[in-house]
């Protein structure tokens, strides 16, 4: 008897024919980060809510065009002073309120709402600029004590120093010497502007150098500038070429953090009296002009205090996400 062969099944060519299994390409690390970063929950809802305040604060405008500085006079000052928000008329049928100002106006007739909107413009854009500044003499100093053993004490113990310094006190302070000047040659809301942001990101650099100096020591004893010396790289490129883009992640983290401690302190400025003159709206302005009123319009207060929350807590989110997703070690966790 003949031996039978098995059939060969019909379903396809035999895996020993089969051409090479297609590899996927490979991933960047912008895309790896992007995908670490988009798991992140409480990054994802910072990074929203943010975006959602800045477009409201400075797109917010071209939508409801209503000057946060204009004053009514005569019967309209009377009729559109001390308006209540709107929601107020569903708990309180007496209360004063005016379908056209849905947030209320305050004791002088101005709207709240585009109060609100202003006073954002304005703190969002002195939290981003008194950061960047911080941000780069904190990176300068950290950069240079870390890569020079020769300024590593001197920065250092000038960043002891001002981490000693009572930095609130220090601040107002300087305000009180400085505001007149800056004033008169700026304007007072110019001047104002350009104060606060300096005085700002003159006193938050220290921890951002402190990082950056760490982070430094630990890169310079690597094998890659180590070979970057021998074939005689200078120390400018070294820096700029193998030291920056790798210690970018705690930068970009320091950077996030910075945005929130500039907007509360330019709130605490505000509300103490030390910042923008009274007739020019700030969070921390709006705040404290709503503090003598608390009892009859708790939502004085309590509006823009709401604001500076979620502003600072969302940037405190994004900056958790950042850090998670730029950090090599427990990226993918």
Known sequence: MTEQKAPVPASGPVPSAAGPIPSKPPRSQWADVWDQ???????????????????????????????????????DFLNLRDTRPIWVALYDSGAKV??????????????TLARLMF????????GLVAMLLSLLLGTLVGVLA???????????????LFLALPLLPLILVASLLFRESLSANFG???????????LIGITSWMHTARIVRGDVLALKEREFVLAARS??????????????????????????????????????????GFGFPPDFPTWGR??????????????RP????????????????????LRDALDPRIRGR
């Open 37 to 75: 970063f988009r798991h992140h929950k409480g990054a994802m809802f910072g990074a929203f809510v943010f975006i959602f305040i800045v477009a409201g604060v400075y797109l917010g405008p071209l939508v409801w065009r209503v000057d946060p500085q204009f004053l009514p006079q005569g019967r």
């Open 231 to 272: 074939i005689g790289t200078s120390n400018s490129k070294i820096i700029l070429r193998h030291m920056l883009p790798n210690i970018l992640s705690p930068i970009m983290v320091s950077a996030t953090l910075g945005i929130a401690t500039a907007i509360i302190t330019a709130s605490a400025l505000s509300f103490l």
């Open 98 to 111: 005016n379908w056209a100002y849905p947030l209320g106006t305050d004791n002088l007739g101005r709207d």
């Open 146 to 160: 870390g890569f020079s053993r020769k300024l590593d004490g001197p920065l250092m113990r000038l960043t002891d």
């Open 119 to 126: 006073g954002g413009r304005v703190s969002i854009a002195v």
């Open 302 to 321: 309590i509006l823009p205090g709401i604001l500076i929350s979620l502003t600072v807590l969302s940037v405190n989110y994004l900056g958790d996400g």
């Open 188 to 198: 007072p809301e110019g001047g104002i502007f350009i104060l606060v942001v300096l």
């Open 286 to 299: 709006l705040l404290n002009d709503g503090v003598d009123r608390l009892v009859s319009y708790p939502e």
